[in-house]
């Protein structure tokens, strides 16, 4: 998988994301404290969203907040993993992360595509002196008939999934903020 070097956000922050990934302000319409990117080839896509900073018991209380947020209830969700984890470029600044897999309710309208499932990065990187939160989702729908099911051995894991976690890792190895003045205001 090639990675391009991408500037959000006017180019106030950069990251590598996948090559065959769009901006998705180019057809439609995204909100201005959001940068979405699509992937050409499939549905997959990666959102980086600026939020207000949730002051929380804890961190993980602030993650927790904002996956509410972004789950819809009438999806069954499957927690797979939660932890810490560390942005390369920015690592005094704590970062969380939540690995989950979406299982949307049986498809009643056979004109409307349903996944079976979307696997899903969660990463919450806490910005304390900015009062931000700062999110990122990489969001991978696997789609009937369009993705190979896990072979036996391979506990679940499809590539899709498997192409994820190097998205992901990319994400963390790259991602660097370079005009903190986005944050003002």
Avoid at 100 to 122: A, C, E, G, W
């Amino acid at each position: 998988m090639s990675f391009t070097n991408t500037p959000l956000y006017g180019g106030a922050i950069s990251v590598d994301l996948p090559s065959r990934f769009a901006d998705t302000s180019l057809i439609r319409e995204v909100p201005d404290h959001q940068e979405v990117y699509l992937d050409q080839d499939g549905y997959s896509s990666i959102v980086v969203e600026i939020l207000e900073y949730q002051e929380k018991g804890s961190d993980e209380e602030a993650l927790q907040y904002h996956f509410a947020d972004l789950i819809d209830e009438e999806d069954s969700t499957n927690i797979l993993a939660q932890g810490r984890a560390a942005m390369a470029k920015l690592s005094d600044k704590p970062l969380y992360t939540l690995q989950f897999i979406q299982t949307p309710p049986s498809n009643t309208n056979p004109n409307r595509k349903v996944p079976d499932l979307v696997y899903i990065h969660l990463m919450l990187l806490r910005l304390k002196e900015q009062d931000t939160d700062l999110m990122i989702s990489v969001n991978i729908p696997h789609y009937p008939g369009e993705y190979e099911k896990p072979k036996d051995g391979e506990n679940g894991i499809t590539q899709l999934m498997r192409d994820s976690e190097m998205i992901k890792d990319r994400i963390l190895e790259t991602f660097e903020i370079k005009e903190w003045g986005l944050f003002e205001g």
